[in-house]
């Protein structure tokens, strides 16, 4: 049977500690129909020179230079509109997928005609060190759920875009939840594959790294994307809360 070609986005600003690491970890993948998106978010350092040096000899992998600095988001959304394949998966310069990533998630799409899975994953420190955490999701997940909840790592979706369409992600942090919210929305679930799949890399800098101004930013789009009521919203957030404490801390 033909694999079906998988999109992979990658936005990169200023990546050139891990973008390298985060470029093998894709080659090294048992499933080899792929395409590479990476979009260059006009980094200021070296990294674009050196992500042309590393796919130069590889046509599956692509870059492309953003005209002005515009965020995670818009790059991703550029990377979404330039893919060929049906399905899309995300992973952030700096994360890594375990080798049989993408061959063990899109056979659990194809054997069960799903459009939007994730998987489990575990997180590292900014050497690549396992710190013995890991993200043990809930088999599925539906729109209300998400809204109490930090589980689905933007690292280990897919989504299948022949089915879904060219979604883009709005230009609202956090980005991505805001985006499994919208598909979810429309009545899609969301579908775990029980394994531990990718490699969460914990960057002190990162925007991800700010655990309150992320909690921040997750009521505008409780209050502002989803348009929840404020008392609703309260409930949904203090939820959101406690799991993300569960996921970080405990």
């Known amino acids: 049977m033909t694999q079906p070609l998988v ?12 973008i390298l690491e985060t470029i093998a970890s894709v080659k ?5 129909n792929f395409e590479m998106i990476i979009v260059d978010d006009c980094s200021t350092d070296d990294s674009l020179q050196l992500i042309q040096q590393e796919i130069a000899d590889d046509s599956r992998f692509n870059v492309y230079k953003l005209e002005k600095n515009s965020g995670a988001a818009l790059a991703r959304n550029f990377g979404i509109q330039k893919a060929n394949g049906k399905y899309v998966a995300f992973l952030d310069s700096d994360d890594l997928w375990h080798s049989e990533k993408l061959e063990k998630q899109i056979a659990f799409m194809e054997e069960n005609n799903y459009n939007f899975t994730f998987t489990n994953y575990e997180m590292i420190d900014e050497q690549g060190e396992d710190i013995h955490r890991k993200v043990i999701c809930p088999i ?5 759920q998400l809204l109490r909840n930090t589980t689905i790592g933007c690292l280990t979706v897919i ?3 022949e089915k879904l369409g ?8 956090p980005e991505d939840t805001a985006l499994w919210l919208k ?5 899609e679930t969301a579908y775990c594959y029980q394994e531990v799949l990718a490699k969460y890399r914990i960057v002190g800098n990162s925007a991800s790294s700010n655990k309150l101004n992320v909690a921040k930013k997750m009521w505008v789009v409780y209050r502002k994307s989803e348009n929840i009521p ?4 309260s409930w949904y957030f203090m939820m959101y809360a406690i799991n993300a404490v569960k996921k970080h801390y405990l």
């Open 7 to 18: 999109s992979i986005i990658t936005p990169s600003y200023n990546s050139k500690r891990f």
């Open 183 to 187: 598909v979810l929305k429309n009545g």
């Open 166 to 173: 060219k979604i883009q992600m709005p230009d609202l942090q």
């Open 230 to 233: 404020v008392w609703k919203s």
């Open 28 to 32: 090294n993948q048992t499933y080899q």
């Open 140 to 144: 599925t997940i539906n729109y209300e």
């Open 159 to 161: 989504l299948n875009i």
